[in-house]
């Protein structure tokens, strides 16, 4: 079959043609979904509904979720980075994302690190890239910043960047770069309001990490515990 769009669910038919006159039943619809585009270069993902929601994992589509030592199930979910979306009612506000109405979350709690989400296969030379994206390990609420799950000593405060050349399989994870968030969490205990942030970003904060040593062409974003602490809490956005 050609003409098909990518990334698209299609549902397809079958009939037997036995001659010119005799033909069979319709079949029951078989569903499929097309194949995703490798992603340019110069992408960018916002996470928003344009990027087609898979709401089986909770994620984009053409992403992949995975764990180093999980099975997604609905008790272990929560572990495996998933969208999340601002709310706004008349009861409660929350803001998670730096730019429209999601961002991605990476959560873990009791030790269970290892959860990561990567990106569309770049088609490219990905040694001669780098990517970029915001973090902050807290939401805004209401008028001031709500610590969300980094309020004890026992959160930690980072994501580890790297590439796979299998998004399937957690084995084929190279690390390239852990990356710390610069506030730890008594900062935020006396700064409570994310108009004191003083580079008036709302204490999102920008990261760069070059891919020159990559392997693999799947660029992929890792809830990692280098410190060994138990919790961790990070949105990712733009």
Same mark, same amino acid.
């Not at 569903?31 to 995703?36: D, E």
């Not at 089986?56 to 609905?74: K, M, Q, R, W």
């Not at 942030?197 to 999102?204: M, T």
């Given at each position: 079959?050609e003409?098909?769009?990518?990334n /698209?669910? %299609? %549902? ?7 001659? #010119?006159? /005799?033909?069979g039943?319709?079949? @029951? ?6 194949a995703?585009l &490798?992603?340019?270069? @110069?992408?960018? *993902?916002? *996470? ?6 898979? !709401?089986?994992?909770?994620i ?17 979910s929560?572990? *495996? &980075?998933? !969208? $999340? ?9 929350? $803001?998670?994302?730096?730019? =429209? ?8 709690? #009791? ?22 994206f915001?973090?902050? &390990? ?5 008028? =001031?910043?709500?610590?969300?799950? %980094?309020t ?9 960047? =790297? ?5 399937? @399989?957690?084995?084929?994870f190279?690390?390239?770069? /852990? ?8 900062? *935020? ?7 004191r ?7 999102w ?13 799947y $660029?992929a974003?890792?809830?990692t515990?280098? #410190? ?6 990070? %949105? $990712?956005?733009?």
């Amino acid at each position: 079959v050609e003409g098909l769009e990518a990334n /698209t669910v %299609y %549902y397809a038919y079958v009939q037997s043609v036995c001659n #010119d006159y /005799t033909k069979g039943a319709w079949s @029951d619809p078989i569903m499929f979904t097309t194949a995703c585009l &490798p992603a340019p270069t @110069d992408s960018i *993902f916002d *996470f928003e509904k344009a990027d087609k929601h898979n !709401l089986t994992y909770n994620i984009p589509s053409c992403f992949v979720v995975g764990h180093d030592a999980l099975e997604y199930n609905a008790e272990t979910s929560r572990y *495996f &980075p998933h !969208l $999340i979306k601002n709310v706004s009612t008349s009861k409660e506000t929350r $803001i998670y994302a730096r730019s =429209g109405e999601y961002a991605m979350c990476l959560e873990r709690y #009791d030790n269970n690190a290892g959860g990561y989400i990567a990106l569309p296969l770049i088609d490219a030379d990905i040694q001669a890239c780098q990517v970029k994206f915001w973090m902050r &390990p807290i939401f805004a609420s209401g008028s =001031g910043v709500v610590a969300n799950n %980094y309020t004890g000593a026992t959160y930690s405060r980072e994501v580890t960047v =790297g590439t796979m050349t299998d998004p399937n @399989d957690p084995t084929t994870f190279t690390a390239l770069a /852990t990356i710390e968030y610069s506030h730890d969490n008594s900062y *935020f205990s006396t700064n409570n309001s994310i108009y004191r942030d003083p580079n008036n970003l709302n204490y999102w904060e920008e990261v760069t990490v070059s891919l020159k040593n990559a392997v693999g062409n799947y $660029i992929a974003i890792k809830n990692t515990s280098s #410190d060994g602490l138990a919790n961790n809490v990070m %949105y $990712i956005d733009d």
